[in-house]
């Protein structure tokens, strides 16, 4: 009867023990998965970048310098042509000089040459311009036009002349005018001159 209840017993505390033991290691395990899960979600809570998007991010950042390098170019660019062309906005430019006697002498659109004097007055069509080589600060220009002279002389004219950018809308030049004057039935060949300074408005 005693070794039949220590028998009992035993069986009992082996089950109890058996238990615990599964228990804990099923608890063991549990652990274990938690954690994995765990670093699990760390790691996709800190994903870094993908290469891809690293580099997309870097040519946008270069193509936003270059842009930002070419934008000082182009004013640049902008600058010197309005210096060559006189400095000023609106394309009209004034002065005094030598063309028909003491003369107002100007251009519009940087395209026609004007004269008004004392002794008539002349207007050339600008159709060519040019730039000497080297560091020449000097730009040629060849027209056409016609005068009128107080004398009732007129006629067609070549122009051919050099012009300076000086500063600050101040241009001055030069030129050679060949001509053909008439007057009543005669007709005269010549050549005439000019100079003047002029500032662009």
Do not use: C
Request: net charge positive; glycine share 14%; aromatic share 8%.
């Amino acid at each position: 009867m005693k070794s039949k209840f220590k028998l009992g017993i035993s069986l009992i505390s082996l089950m109890f023990v058996s238990t615990l033991s599964i228990a804990a290691g099923s608890t063991a395990g549990g652990e274990e998965e938690w954690q994995i899960v765990e670093e699990g979600s760390t790691n996709t809570a800190s994903t870094k970048p993908s290469p891809s998007t690293s580099s997309t991010a870097s040519s946008n950042r270069s193509a936003s310098s270059s842009q930002a390098q070419s934008k000082p170019a182009k004013s640049s660019s902008q600058r010197s042509s309005s210096r060559r062309s006189g400095g000023g906005n609106s394309g009209f430019k004034i002065g005094m000089g030598l063309d028909q006697g003491l003369s107002v002498v100007g251009q519009i659109n940087n395209q026609v040459n004007f004269a008004i004097g004392n002794d008539g007055i002349a207007a050339d069509y600008i159709f060519n311009r040019g730039r000497f080589g080297g560091d020449v600060p000097f730009t040629w220009f060849a027209g056409v036009g016609g005068q009128i002279k107080r004398s009732d002389n007129f006629g067609p004219r070549i122009a051919l002349g050099v012009e300076l950018d000086i500063s600050n809308g101040w241009d001055a030049y030069a030129q050679l005018t060949p001509n053909m004057m008439f007057h009543k039935s005669d007709l005269k060949l010549g050549i005439g001159a000019g100079i003047g300074i002029r500032y662009s408005f």
